[in-house]
């Protein structure tokens, strides 16, 4: 089966992501080898769908967006392995959030990961996954020089040795 | 969500981009892709479908782990179980987000 890309878009909103070719500067390769078996590997999550922990963290900045609507909230959150769902919060103005709050699993899985980590699929998983919120100022200037270089020494800090990413 | 994972794997640490637009994530020259026709918001599936969410988690790091070389793209064969006009409706925010809100408003002025 090959997916259709669009089949889930409004038609208006094609233009903006078909054909489109390479970010700016990055049309060239880049490969990092996954050089150990996955059983003895750790793996780190990353959403974007604008996650964070109701009780500990501040919600992405929706306010800021909605008074500059070109831009979007670049800042990254930590979300425990350990998350409960009813401790997840959801800032995201692009999406309906009703099945996020009823199974935060369908954008970060942290209990099916866990799963495969208790079966030995997977050596361990990450004490510490991330969380972004998508929708980000074209150039991605803020992420390319401040969130992308912090959520890089995160995943060092975590020794992940490779990472699941999940766009909204 | 592309350029973020080209970013990451630049430093050294693989990556995989699980998401509903592979032929973008290609074109943006994601170095893996494992695509899945779900409704936005939706990348692992169904809520509280632990099967389905499941194979998509599997089939990620497989890709994650096992592809071989730069470009590797991976789609899922799972239909949505949802018609196809409620699942595109029900994804949709309650209300239009700021930028199609000003995009419909410059639309109506001109």
Known sequence: ?168 | MPVLARWIEAAGIPTVVVTMMPAVAEERRAPRVVGVEFPFGHAFGMPGDRAMQRRVLELALRVLAGASAFGSRVDLDIEWPVPLREAYRSWQPKEPSPIVKKLLESRSRS
């Open chain 1, 1 to 168: 089966m090959i997916v259709d890309s669009y089949r889930f878009l409004p038609r208006s909103f094609r233009p903006f992501y078909e054909g489109r070719g390479p970010f700016p500067g990055e049309g060239y390769p880049v490969w990092a080898p996954f050089a150990k078996r996955l059983a003895g590997s750790r793996i780190a999550l990353l959403t974007s769908a604008g996650i964070y922990l109701k009780g500990s963290q501040s919600t992405f900045d929706l306010d800021g967006e909605r008074a500059r609507p070109e831009w979007g909230d670049p800042t990254w959150r930590v979300i425990r392995s350990s998350t409960k769902p009813d401790e997840v919060g959801v800032a995201h103005l692009h999406i309906n959030d009703d099945d996020l709050h009823t199974d935060p699993e369908v954008a970060l899985p942290l209990r099916g990961l866990d799963e495969l980590v208790s079966e030995g699929v997977v050596g361990s998983a990450a004490a510490n996954h991330l969380s972004v919120m998508g929708y980000q100022d074209r150039r991605l200037e803020d992420w390319r020089r401040t969130t992308v270089p912090a959520i890089i020494d995160h995943l060092r800090t975590e020794q992940a040795d490779g990472l699941v990413l999940a766009p909204a």
